[in-house]
Nanobody, 124 residues
Framework: QVQLVESGGGLVQAGASLSVSCAAS????????MGWFRRAPGKEREFVAA????????SYADSVKGRFTISRDNAKSTVYLQMNSLTPEDTAVYYC?????????????????WGQGIQVTVAS
């Protein structure tokens, strides 16, 4: 069993930066790829970024590429999402998720565990 707890969300102005974190419990953290997803009001959940179990490989949605950075610290069982140049379109509840194995994926179906989500609001 893996529990994921997000932290660090909040309200920022457009153009600002914000970092969210996700702390994981359990012994299997380094063997699982991790991902960030988001759900904006009235929209479907969408993929944001993913990172392999080792941290060597990352992938991003086109909408955040060049602005967001996903990273992880396996010693701390924590995954991070650094968000720069935020726009109001980035406003959403952000969820971290853990896959079944070490390979990253943009599909929510490949993720076994999910955090409760954290609100990120970007004011114009």
């Amino acid at each position: 069993q893996v529990q994921l707890v997000e932290s660090g969300g909040g309200l920022v102005q457009a153009g600002a930066s914000l970092s969210v974190s996700c702390a994981a419990s359990g012994r299997t953290f380094s063997s699982r790829a991790m991902g960030w997803f988001r759900r904006a009001p009235g929209k479907e959940r969408e993929f944001v970024a993913a990172i392999t179990g080792s941290g060597a490989g990352t992938s991003y949605a086109d909408s955040v590429k060049g602005r967001f950075t996903i990273s992880r610290d396996n010693a701390k069982s924590t995954v991070y999402l650094q968000m720069n140049s935020l726009t109001p379109e980035d406003t959403a509840v952000y969820y971290c998720a853990a896959t079944y194995g070490p390979v990253r994926s943009p599909s929510p179906n490949d993720y076994e565990y999910w955090g409760q989500g954290i609100q990120v609001t970007v004011a114009s």
